[in-house]
């Protein structure tokens, strides 16, 4: 598994990542009934997360102005969204473990991208399942949504949930940054990712004052499903946005993007190993 | 906390390798206990950072759970539950998500998986024992570190219920510690099967899928139709972890029906006690543990 005696091989950097992946999935396959209940598993984290959607719409016929197929697009965006970049990128969240435990230190000395290797080291295949339920889910929402589709309906529909997991990656990378500064920082991290999760299910309208504008717009959650539901739905913004905030989801995903790369070079430069 | 006085004598006798105990001595049990609950204390009130990033993210998942119940409650009730008294049920539940530690224990399988679990069979304290009594510590220190932020936090945004008959605190006290011993019995009992499959993942994996929604951390268990609520109160211990506390702190019920849920709250307690010290005596005739 030394991934520093691969790039001596034909296929030079892309072949030792490729070589990297193809370790992981077969590593990660081997006992197949403890992966076969891995992939059950991360599938029950999601479906609850519906579940619990439409047990609150058990009891209320509205929420902030929504019913609950129009809510069902934001859901659908949001888990596809942040169950692909939690399967691509969400492996980052043991930034701190290895920087704790120093294995941080063997990942750079190695001739490759420190980034990529993090993500490639442990890709949690299990978390497939979760992806492809994520992805139904938008797709049952969508369909059943009555949306009056036209072109432009239809290339938002495919942009949104992609723009959606650079999002959720960027925020995964840029989050995990905090370890370089501060090791201890636990569960920090989960208060925006899985907190943005749980803010862009439902309406922003559900959400009130300071804290909507820190989440909605501070952060840019809105344009993460919110703004690009209403745009699908063809509905007005009660919170006052133009109706083409919704396709201002790829753009505050670049945003994102450099965000996280600024932190990531940062944090990489201010790197001290915590070992002896 | 029946179940714990019960082993008073049993200091000791049912593990194989230690010395039968020739006195009953209640005070020394206690004493040690005690000990033991302070060494958990101490132990886990040494990752300060850690708690303070666990109390931000409790507080801001109280906003987050807060609006949509409250959202869902409109100006009326929901589920049995008025605005005050979900802003209760949310942000007391944050702080108790920490206390009775629903997710991320792992230590006992991770001793069976390295040996090291060997070290406690030697011990003249029976590992349940033992175990809960760091647990006990552990929680202490969690409701102060834990517990406190997001409850103190809460109340500055929303308009929270505080209760109105005096006996509902002593009982929501009682149930919260029963949450606690019933909770670490469940973990110990899901962390056991490594002693049979040498990994625990599968039995944490789905207890920790299980343990969140049946407790009543996402939504009010209330929110569920009659006959899935019985079902789940009186089949599972779920309800009893989370649920329980809060409904008796936020006085959903009146008072028999309080008395009554904290009542079955410790039915459950004894029930998986009672288990962790049969798995652990089956457990303790097979183990085997490698090296030299």
């Known amino acids: 598994m030394t991934a520093a005696d691969r790039p001596a091989r034909p296929g030079g950097t892309f072949g030792a990542y490729r070589a990297l992946l193809g370790a992981q999935a077969r590593a990660q396959t081997t006992y197949r009934a403890s992966f076969l209940l891995d992939l059950v598993g991360n599938v029950g984290a999601t479906v609850f997360d519906v579940v619990t959607v439409l047990v609150i719409y058990g009891v209320t016929r509205e929420l902030g102005g929504f019913t609950l197929r129009e809510t069902l697009v934001m859901v659908g965006l949001s888990s596809s969204a942040f169950a692909v970049a939690d399967l691509l990128v969400g492996n980052i969240e043991r930034l701190p473990t290895h920087v704790r435990t120093g294995l941080f230190d063997a990942v750079l000395l190695r001739p490759l991208g420190a980034l990529p290797q993090l993500l ?17 889910v938008l797709v049952v929402a969508l369909t059943s949504a ?72 501070g952060l840019g959650f809105a344009f993460v499903s919110y703004q690009p539901a209403l745009a699908l739905l063809g509905r007005a913004d009660p919170l006052g946005l133009p109706s083409w905030a919704g396709w201002a989801a790829p753009g505050v995903a670049l945003v994102a993007v450099a965000v996280a790369a600024a932190a990531w070079r940062t944090g990489i430069r201010h790197y001290r190993s915590t070992g002896s | 906390m029946a179940g714990l006085r019960k082993e008073g004598n049993g200091v000791g006798s049912v593990t194989a390798t230690a010395a039968p105990s020739t006195s009953a001595n209640v005070t020394r049990w206690f004493r040690t206990f005690g000990a033991i609950s302070r060494a958990g204390f101490r132990r886990y009130s040494t990752y300060r950072q850690a708690a303070l990033a666990g109390a931000v993210t409790n507080t801001v998942f109280g906003f987050l759970h807060c609006a949509v119940l409250l959202a869902a409650a409109g100006s009326g009730t929901v589920g049995g539950y008025d605005r005050p008294r979900l802003a209760t049920f949310v942000w007391m539940g944050q702080g108790l998500l920490a206390v009775v530690l629903l997710w991320g224990w792992t230590d006992l399988a991770d001793r069976i998986r390295t040996g090291d679990v060997a070290a406690d069979l030697l011990r003249p304290v029976h590992p349940v024992t033992s175990y809960l009594a760091t647990d006990l510590g552990r929680a202490g220190y969690a409701a102060l570190a834990r517990l406190l932020p997001p409850v103190l936090v809460g109340p500055l945004f929303f308009d929270v219920y505080l209760p109105s008959r005096w006996p509902t605190v002593g009982l929501f006290v009682v149930s919260v510690v029963t949450a606690v011993v019933l909770c670490f019995g469940c973990r110990f009992l899901v962390n056991a099967a490594a002693y049979w499959w040498q990994d625990a993942r599968g039995p944490v994996l789905l207890w920790t899928l299980g343990s969140g929604v049946l407790a009543g951390l996402y939504f009010p268990l209330r929110f569920l139709p009659d006959w899935l609520q ?63």
């Open chain 1, 146 to 217: 009555g949306i009056d589709w036209t072109p432009a309906r239809v290339a938002l529909a495919v942009v949104a949930p992609l723009a959606g997991v650079v999002f959720f990656g960027s925020l995964f990378v840029a989050t995990a940054t905090v370890s370089f500064w501060w090791v201890d920082s636990g569960e920090l991290a989960n208060s925006v990712t899985y907190g943005g999760r749980d803010f862009t299910t439902y309406p922003a309208t559900v959400f009130d004052g300071w804290f909507r504008a820190a989440f909605a717009y």
């Open chain 2, 230 to 292: 019985l079902v789940l109160w009186f089949g599972t211990p779920f309800p009893s972890l989370m649920q329980t506390p809060l409904d008796v702190l936020v006085e959903r019920d009146p008072p028999a029906v309080q008395v009554g849920l904290v009542a079955l709250q410790l039915g459950w307690a004894v029930l998986v006690l009672a288990a962790c010290r049969l798995v652990q005596r089956r457990a303790e005739r097979r183990l085997v543990v490698q090296g030299g």
């Open chain 1, 120 to 136: 490639l080291m442990n890709l949690p295949l299990r978390k497939v399942s979760r992806g492809l339920f994520g992805v139904g």
